[in-house]
């Protein structure tokens, strides 16, 4: 059962913020059925000045990335998987898919196991986004796997959706 009702944006810092989300990238794809923001981004109206923050650091990591489409999926499905996050699985599987990640490779990284992947490169990021969930660490190998500006993005995206992961978890928001 949810913790939080579905918030209005009824002052204006939180308009502000409903419109940032709504009319930047992201679009409407993040309103539910009502209008409201769903996911992650209701909470954020709880307090707009850092959930305005926290929905721009994601923007950056979705939309401003080094990091390749196919390579930033993989590493949100393996922090989803870690924290066994239904929502984030909900939504980034079907881009995965759209990105022609296969229900094997997705099956993989839900079940926690490393996808077969033809790209070394993406094999790199699963392998080290799989050690920052599970050790919250790299050792000198994994970190050797990726260009030091890809580590920084990817422990950033890594540490962004652990932190909806858990906000998802505390406020019991499941689809």
Same mark, same amino acid.
């Given at each position: 059962?949810?913790?939080?009702?579905?918030?209005?944006? =009824?002052?204006? /810092?939180?308009? &502000? $913020?409903?419109?940032?989300?709504?009319?930047?990238?992201?679009?409407?794809?993040?309103?539910?059925?009502?209008?409201? #923001?769903?996911?992650?981004?209701?909470?954020?109206?709880?307090?707009? /000045?850092?959930?305005? /923050?926290?929905?721009? %650091?994601?923007?950056?990591?979705?939309?401003?990335?080094? %990091?390749?489409?196919?390579?930033? @999926? $993989?590493?949100?499905?393996? +922090?989803? !998987?870690?924290? =066994?996050? &239904?929502? @984030?699985?909900?939504?980034?599987?079907?881009?995965?898919? !759209?990105?022609?990640? *296969?229900?094997?490779?997705?099956?993989?990284?839900?079940?926690?196991?490393?996808?077969? $992947?033809?790209?070394? &490169? @993406?094999?790199?990021? +699963?392998? +080290? /986004?799989? &050690?920052?969930? *599970?050790?919250?660490? #790299?050792?000198?190998?994994?970190?050797?796997?990726?260009?030091? !500006?890809?580590?920084? @993005? $990817?422990? *950033? %995206?890594?540490?962004?959706?652990?932190?909806?992961? %858990?906000?998802?978890?505390?406020?019991?928001?499941?689809?």
């Amino acid at each position: 059962m949810p913790r939080l009702p579905r918030l209005t944006p =009824d002052d204006p /810092a939180s308009r &502000a $913020l409903y419109d940032k989300i709504v009319g930047g990238p992201r679009g409407t794809s993040m309103l539910d059925q009502e209008g409201g #923001l769903a996911g992650p981004f209701n909470a954020m109206l709880l307090s707009p /000045a850092v959930g305005d /923050a926290l929905q721009e %650091l994601g923007a950056a990591i979705r939309y401003r990335s080094a %990091l390749s489409d196919r390579a930033r @999926e $993989l590493a949100i499905l393996v +922090v989803a !998987s870690a924290w =066994d996050s &239904a929502f @984030e699985q909900q939504v980034h599987e079907p881009i995965a898919r !759209s990105l022609g990640l *296969t229900d094997a490779q997705l099956t993989a990284i839900r079940s926690g196991r490393p996808p077969e $992947l033809g790209d070394p &490169a @993406e094999a790199a990021v +699963v392998r +080290v /986004a799989t &050690a920052l969930v *599970t050790g919250r660490d #790299l050792d000198d190998e994994e970190y050797a796997l990726l260009p030091e !500006s890809v580590v920084f @993005e $990817l422990t *950033t %995206l890594v540490g962004y959706y652990s932190t909806l992961a %858990l906000q998802l978890r505390v406020f019991r928001v499941t689809g």
